[in-house]
């Protein structure tokens, strides 16, 4: 169980357990995307965090992905064809 669970508020929630605080941004909706207000929502997260004896903060991005939104796409050059990695000749 942990020592403290916290959500901070929208889509960032913090929980402290044994040292450890994980910060969580969890906004599947948005892939995670972070804007002015998650920035503020961070900044009050690192709060708790600081104001608690936790020695080891994390950082994560959050939840599965909701139903329905597709899979992201490889990158694409501009006539749509997917980009590749190319690979190094072995020398």
């Known amino acids: 169980m942990p020592d403290r669970d916290a959500s901070v508020s929208g889509g960032v929630r913090v929980e402290?357990?044994?040292g450890v605080a994980?910060?969580?941004i969890d906004r599947p909706e948005v892939r995670n995307a972070?804007?002015?207000a998650t920035v503020d929502e961070l900044d009050?997260?690192?709060d708790v965090?600081?104001?608690?004896d936790a020695a080891v903060p994390v950082l994560r991005g959050g939840a599965a992905r909701p139903?329905?939104?597709?899979e992201p796409?490889?990158?694409r050059d501009r006539d749509g064809r997917a980009l590749r990695r190319k690979r190094r000749a072995s020398a």
Request: charged share 15%; aromatic share 8%.
């Open 34 to 36: 972070i804007g002015f």
């Open 22 to 24: 994980v910060v969580t």
């Open 44 to 46: 009050a997260a690192l």
């Open 49 to 52: 965090v600081w104001q608690s």
């Open 16 to 18: 402290i357990d044994a």
């Open 73 to 75: 796409r490889a990158p």
């Open 67 to 70: 139903e329905g939104l597709p």
